[in-house]
């Protein structure tokens, strides 16, 4: 099949098609390359099966000429990254709802089955979990960044919802948790190649608000094979999927683990969450996932633990710190 991601050159999207182009598919990778980046894909580089696009999601020209092309569609293209999110929060909605608006239409127009995309982001500040797909959303004000994150997030997961509930269109909807592995980069703020780096050049671990918050982090190969099995899942179609892992950890007991396993001098050093974001911002106490659903339909379950995702991590910033001398 001709395979079109869009965010192909991001971290995730690097892995998907590495993953499908082992399967035996050709993809095409659109990406505008702000947050993605062409050493993600330049292993790709020469291999017929793989084709790279700089562009954008809001370019309906080119939007329309390759979905018009391929044969199914994973939209991954998104803002992402509460730092980012933070700092750009108008291109953020831009991107994330005028470009969805954009590739789902046009997948209507040609037909083409489309895998979005979503973020655990979505529950808000429901501190009740393992959450479950029905659960509530709890949500601050609309004016602050984050939430008007969630609610972008939202809004691609109704449009794909009723794309396929008025349009018949096949529409998959994956939820994703705290997607961690090499190539992922800490410029955004993601917490995991932060704190590796930190702990590499024995730098203080920078543990925001009390550390006392918890994530659940998913290796991204796992992340792969859950996307790969919920797109070829005939009853996937319509449905929306948490995609995680329920290996719970605090922000501090991360933190401490880094140090341990880099073998750093490195300390750990608490900082105000309106230092590290803006004035009034708020994280999420707990998140963890329910994940009986895509458990039963395509039998998902982490096969790569916290600690061995921060070891393979840790030797790859290593070998490119080493590198950069
Ligand atoms: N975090 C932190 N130090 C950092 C970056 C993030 O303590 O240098 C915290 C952040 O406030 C959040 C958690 O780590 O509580 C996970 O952050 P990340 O941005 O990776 O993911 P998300 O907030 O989207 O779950």
């Not at 080119?62 to 939209?75: A, F, G, M, Q, T």
């Not at 980069?185 to 590796?196: D, E, L, Q």
Request: a negative charge.
């Amino acid at each position: 099949m001709e395979v079109l991601i869009t965010g192909g050159a991001g971290f995730i999207g690097s892995h998907l098609a590495e993953a499908l182009i082992a399967q035996g598919h050709s993809v095409i990778a659109l990406d505008n390359l702000s947050t993605g980046r062409i050493e993600n894909v330049k292993h790709l580089d020469g291999n017929s099966s793989f084709q790279l696009v700089i562009g954008s999601i809001l370019d309906e020209f080119l939007v329309d000429k390759l979905v018009e092309r391929c044969d199914i569609i994973y939209h991954l293209a998104a803002a992402v990254g509460v730092k980012l999110i933070v700092e750009h929060p108008l291109e953020s909605m831009t991107t994330n709802i005028k470009g969805s608006e954009i590739v789902f239409s046009m997948a209507h127009r040609y037909r083409k089955k489309v895998l979005v995309t979503s973020s655990s982001e979505i529950y808000g500040k429901n501190t009740q979990g393992p959450l479950k797909e029905d659960d509530d959303r709890i949500l601050g004000s609309p004016l602050k960044s984050r939430w008007s994150y969630s609610t972008s997030k939202a809004v691609d997961e109704i449009l794909a919802y009723i794309y396929w509930k008025e349009m018949n269109l096949p529409t998959v909807i994956v939820r994703l948790f705290n997607v961690v592995g090499p190539r992922q980069t800490g410029a955004y703020g993601m917490v995991v190649p932060r704190f590796v780096e930190q702990a590499l050049k024995n730098e203080p671990l920078t543990v925001y608000g009390s550390g006392e918050q918890s994530r659940c982090f998913l290796y991204v190969s796992d992340a792969v094979k859950g996307l790969i099995q919920l797109m070829e899942h005939p009853q996937a179609v319509g449905g929306v999927f948490n995609l995680g892992s329920q290996e719970e950890i605090s922000i501090k007991d991360l933190a401490r683990k880094v140090i341990e396993i880099v073998g750093s001098n490195s300390e750990i050093k608490y900082v105000p969450y309106e230092e590290a974001y803006e004035e009034g911002f708020e994280d999420m106490e707990r998140r963890i996932p329910d994940i009986s659903r895509v458990r039963s339909l395509i039998g998902f379950q982490p096969t790569v633990n916290l600690e061995e995702v921060i070891k393979i991590m840790v030797e790859e910033k290593r070998k490119e710190l080493f590198e950069q001398g």
